[in-house]
Structures are given as structure tokens and as C-alpha cells.
């Protein structure tokens, strides 16, 4: 009886947690491995998509795909070549990508490659960081969008056993960032000259452009935020 109660706080406490922490009790199994890149790219300009991870121990090898739209997206350069995905580094140490190519080989047009990372060495490596940097351009118009997504991924640790990891992918929408005020796919003082013309401005939150941050005022938190993007875009 008394361990049948204590069974059932047991799982009232998990069944609280669960619904006070949904996504971290859903990912909690695995080490996370997410695609981190802009929310926001304009027409023909070239962004990275990083593929983060998280805290991991005695990590030595990967391998992912990477899917887009090959319609929205490309990646950079020839095919396994040293433009298009560029090495991680977790917790200081350089992760080597060993190799890159399109799933099926050779066309680029399935919107679809393979990574493989390998550390040097038979000691692995811990901590966090990102496992390659996937160089994309924006070939699609205006208004248009891609997922990025990860699938068959694999880690494996020094051992040459299997790390769990949790795979989380991201989108893009081909669309102005919110720093480029003046919409013309260029971070540049133009954009600031913009904010300085509507400076202490207040209104609904984003009722202007030049409320960057929109929080309903336009100030020098704005020029901040054009300041953190300068020189991004395709400028003149
Ligand atoms: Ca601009
Ligand atoms: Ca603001």
C-alpha cells in the first residue's frame, strides 16, 4: 500500500514536470544536435546554417544529412569542395569534416547531402559546440522559404559506440532581416540614417521598420541591433 502511494506521487511529480518542462523532459533523452541559422536571408546572398551540439562526452565521429528546397537553397561551391561545409569545433578542438557529397551523388538538384566528421586521435572529444557550418546560398525568390533539416544522423563516441542525440531542424524565409530597415538587402548606414529620422519615436510594437526590436519605441537599442549586422547583405 505505502509503495503503491509512493508510486503514485512518483508519477504525479513526473506527470508536473512533464507539464511545467514539455520540450526539455522530450528532449532529455539525447544530446541535441539543431541547425542554428537566420530566420531571415534575402535574395542571393550566402548565410551559414550552423549544425550545433550540445553538451556531449568522448565524441569522436558524425554523420548527417542535411535537406532544403534545392529550389530556395544552394549550397556553395563544388561538390565537396572547401567552400560548402566548413569544420565544428566542440569545446575548443576542431571537428575535421572529413567528407561532403549530394545524397544521390552528384545532384545537387535533391536538396540533400551527407557530412561525415571524424576526430583525429582515438580519445574523442567533450563538451559543446557545432559539428559543421553548412554554407548556403539563397537562389529562390522573395517571399519564398526552405526548411533545413537533419535526418539520418548518427554520433558515436571513442568507443565506436552510439551517442543518443535529439535532431532538430530550422527554416529560413527568403524575406528582409528586421535590421535592414530600408529593405534593401544591404546592413549598411542608410539603415541607421533611417532609425535616426524616427528617433524617440514610440507606437505600437513593429508599427515602423525602424522599430528594429519592436518594442514600441525607436532608440539607440535599435541602432544596436543594425550595428550587431553591418556589412551583411549584398552591399554595394
Ligand atoms: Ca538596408
Ligand atoms: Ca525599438
Redesign the pocket.
Known amino acids: 500500500m505505502r509503495k503503491a502511494k509512493y508510486f503514485l506521487s512518483g508519477v504525479l511529480i513526473v506527470c508536473l514536470v512533464a507539464a511545467i518542462f514539455p520540450i526539455s523532459v522530450v528532449g532529455a533523452s539525447g544530446v541535441p544536435v539543431a541547425v542554428v541559422a537566420p530566420a531571415q536571408a534575402c535574395p542571393g546572398t550566402v548565410f551559414v546554417a550552423r549544425v550545433t551540439i550540445g553538451n556531449v562526452a568522448g565524441f569522436d565521429a558524425a554523420q548527417f544529412d542535411v535537406t532544403f528546397d534545392p529550389g530556395v537553397l544552394a549550397v556553395v561551391g563544388a561538390e565537396g569542395g572547401a567552400e560548402g561545409v566548413t569544420n565544428g569545433n566542440i569545446g575548443g578542438t576542431v571537428v575535421p569534416v572529413a567528407m561532403w557529397g549530394y545524397i544521390p551523388p552528384h545532384t545537387p538538384g535533391a536538396g540533400r547531402i551527407r557530412v561525415l566528421c571524424n576526430m583525429p586521435g582515438i580519445t574523442g572529444v567533450s563538451g559543446s559546440g557545432y559539428l559543421a557550418d553548412i554554407h548556403l546560398q539563397v537562389v529562390g525568390p522573395l517571399g519564398s522559404s526552405s526548411p533545413i533539416g537533419l535526418s539520418n544522423g548518427l554520433l558515436g563516441d571513442f568507443n565506436a559506440l552510439k551517442i543518443e542525440a535529439d535532431w532538430f531542424g530550422s527554416s529560413v524565409e527568403i524575406d528582409y532581416a528586421p535590421w535592414?530597415?530600408?529593405?534593401?538587402?544591404?546592413?549598411?548606414v542608410?539603415?541607421v540614417i533611417l532609425i535616426g529620422q524616427h528617433f524617440g519615436e514610440t507606437g505600437p510594437p513593429c508599427w515602423i521598420r525602424e522599430d528594429v526590436n519592436c518594442d514600441g519605441v525607436v532608440n539607440v537599442l535599435d541602432v544596436i541591433l543594425v550595428g550587431q549586422h553591418f556589412g551583411e547583405?549584398i552591399c554595394p
Not at 180 to 188: F, L, M, P, R, T
Open positions: 535592414d530597415v530600408n529593405e534593401d538587402c544591404c546592413i549598411n542608410l539603415d547583405g
